[in-house]
């Protein structure tokens, strides 16, 4: 079975540019999250997909994030125009059910610059 | 807000020695604790989890002790191994839903 893939696994943009990153989650979960690790801080949930519904996005951390999950299967994340501050590993994970183990992507590592 | 913390950053150990990672929670209503452990280009992977009606729980030569007193969580390794080496999160599930608090993540080395 596969597991989360994300793409890219790197993206290298100049600041103001657009990026938008994807995910497909394991077939099958209605549960889908973003997560991103930003200076080498802790891990922070970014938001939650309940198949196309945002269930929590209250992680988001401006206006310029735009995340989507059109049909309930694979989701992306938009960052329009991205800025330095936004450098880091963003992960994508699923699970099955609310609360059930997370499966987490290798994740895709951004740099603005 | 309140956040799960780590007390130590790195952690060497020797070959077919024991680890222990710690970790501090500061939310008293959290429920369910988990371990992740991150190899280098990937993504976290469960290790262990622990809910707090318990207070130890043992998987296949990790087990994770849970003081609620204290607020502290543990995850012991028994001989490690150089596959072992990786970065641990301890993370807090506050909500009973899938958004969890990490820690900043412990990097253990094995030395051979």
């Known amino acids: 079975e596969a597991g989360v893939t994300q793409f890219p696994s790197h993206s290298v943009i100049e600041k103001g540019q657009t990026v938008t990153l994807r995910c497909d989650p394991i077939?099958?979960?209605?549960?889908l999250y973003w997560y991103r690790r930003v200076m080498g801080k802790e891990i922070k949930f970014l938001l939650h997909?309940?198949?196309?519904?945002?269930?929590?996005e209250s992680g988001m951390p401006n206006n310029r994030f735009l995340a989507e999950r059109t049909g309930g299967t694979y989701s992306t994340l938009k960052v329009q125009p991205a800025e330095l501050e936004d450098s880091g590993v963003y992960f994508c994970?699923?699970?099955?059910?609310?609360?059930?183990?997370?499966?987490f992507g290798s994740g895709t590592q951004l740099s603005v610059l | 807000g309140e956040s799960v913390g780590l007390h130590l950053p790195t952690l060497s150990v020797q070959e077919g020695d024991n680890s222990i990672i710690n970790c501090a929670y500061s939310?008293?209503?959290?429920?369910?604790f988990i371990w992740y452990k991150q190899e280098s280009g990937k993504g976290p992977q469960f290790i262990i989890d622990?809910?707090?009606?318990?207070d130890k729980r043992q998987g296949q030569r990790v087990t994770v002790l849970l003081n609620k007193t204290v607020k502290h969580l543990s995850l012991q390794i028994a001989a490690t191994q150089p596959g072992d080496s990786a970065v641990y999160f301890c993370?807090?599930?506050?909500?009973?839903?899938?958004?969890?608090?990490f820690g900043a993540g412990t990097i253990l080395r094995v030395k051979s």
């Open positions: 994970a699923s699970s099955q059910d609310i609360g059930g183990k997370l499966f």
């Open positions: 077939s099958g979960h209605d549960n």
């Open positions: 997909f309940v198949k196309e519904s945002k269930q929590d």
């Open positions: 939310n008293s209503a959290s429920d369910y």
């Open positions: 622990i809910r707090s009606n318990m």
């Open positions: 993370a807090e599930n506050i909500d009973g839903g899938n958004k969890l608090v």
